[in-house]
């Protein structure tokens, strides 16, 4: 759907060839995500079937102008006035893997998560060498915009990472209650290997954390 | 050239029953030019691991080298000539003296070192010059904002010919574009031959690095690997 809202906005401003279309929509998300023509011509060809945008007139080596319809300004209307709804969004693979690592036996999952960690991070090392590269002050319009969706990049990968550290510190608590308790009962006092923590340590055992591990 | 190594570093507190490793085996060298970022749990040893690398604490084991001198084999007055002449610190807060002005801030640590008053001056300028705050030369920290005292105090931590910073959740108390601003400054800072150990648990600071490691109960577990060198610059010894 992104591709078709982010081509009517472009004929929002004036009509355009298809190429050009093609040009504007990467510059304004740095080639985030490349289109190639062929994509960009079929969404037009739906465009046109749905009377969002009309053909017209050709240059010389039989090019077509792409004209958006007063149908087509509405659709782009209602786009930027609704909200994406996250449902709409794919699954999200990591969260999916996560949630197997957690209730597949014998899966290390501190040790998943640190892979992903550890990858999320280069990720973000990456993204945040471009942002630190690029100059002070944006050159234009289409500069500001890609900026935007490098930022927006970079906020994704950081969520990821820090909600990466709360599935952390969730499952380690979960597994350290999880001993405790039966120690307990016990009237044991021997402390496990996880639970060799130093005083003040965010990773402490909490009785509901066997409870809920257990869901 | 490393500015820093530690070498299979310990360090044990308490004893007995309370006996906890709050390091172990830490294996770590930060060569001139080069940011690493450490981030792990609270509890994981991050601040143990800064203090020993400034030798503000000794290990229990294993050993701290910088620029060159192992640290275990100075006595105490060497081993704060050392640290004066080679390293520089930067805080969350509490980073510089009320009482004193940007510049005469950035002044003490040569001063303490013997250099006189005029070379001080002299040094100290140009340090606040590099961090882009010399206009704030004669101001107190009390009439400066955050991010302009963070400027400061990473002055001062790189003035005179000192080329190791180790800082402690630098952008702590700042805004998310104040906090931008000094990781530039610290990430310009080790462009132009600083070396860098930075403590942080926010993913977005530790970007600006080259190099994440992670810690987690005292042990090193995984690293993002280094921008530019081999992976043989770190050495996990377990």
Known sequence: MSIRHGLLALLSQGPRYGYQLRTE??????????????????????????????????????????????????????????????????????????????????????????????????????????????????????????????????????????????????????????????????????????????????????????????? | MNVLELHAVSRDHGAGAGLVHALAGIGLSVAAGEFVAVMGPSGSGKSTLLTLAGGLDAPTSGRVVIEGTDLGTLGRSGLSALRRRHVGYVFQDLNLIPGLTAIENVMLPRELDGAGTRRARREAALALREVGVDELADQFPDEMSGGQQQRVAIARALVGDRRLVLADEPTGALDSNTGEDVMRLLRARCDAGAACLMVTHESRHAAWSDRVVFLRDGRMVDTTGSRSGPETLLQDVR
């Open chain 1, 25 to 215: 929509f990467e510059s304004s998300t740095g080639a985030t995500w490349p289109l190639n023509i062929g994509q960009v011509y079929s969404t037009l060809a739906r465009l046109e079937r749905d009377e969002r945008v009309t053909r017209v007139g050709a240059d010389d080596e039989g090019r077509f102008v792409y004209r958006i319809t007063p149908d087509g300004e509405e659709e782009v209307r209602r786009w930027f006035a609704t909200p994406i709804a996250r449902t709409d969004r794919p699954r999200d693979e990591l969260s999916i893997k996560l949630a197997m690592a957690v209730t597949t036996p014998g899966v290390d999952v501190v040790g998943v998560v640190q892979t992903q960690r550890t990858a999320t991070l280069r990720s973000l090392q990456e993204l945040t060498r471009l942002k630190a590269d690029a100059p002070a002050v944006p050159a234009g319009q289409a500069d500001r915009a890609w900026r935007l969706v490098l930022e927006s990049m970079i906020f994704q990968a950081e969520a990821e990472a820090r909600w990466l550290d709360h599935c952390e510190a969730y499952v380690v608590r979960a597994d350290d209650a999880a001993p405790a308790e039966r120690t307990d009962a016990a009237g044991g006092t021997g402390g496990t290997g996880g639970a060799a923590e130093r005083p003040g340590s965010g990773v402490r055992a909490r009785p509901d954390g066997a409870e809920r591990a257990r869901r």
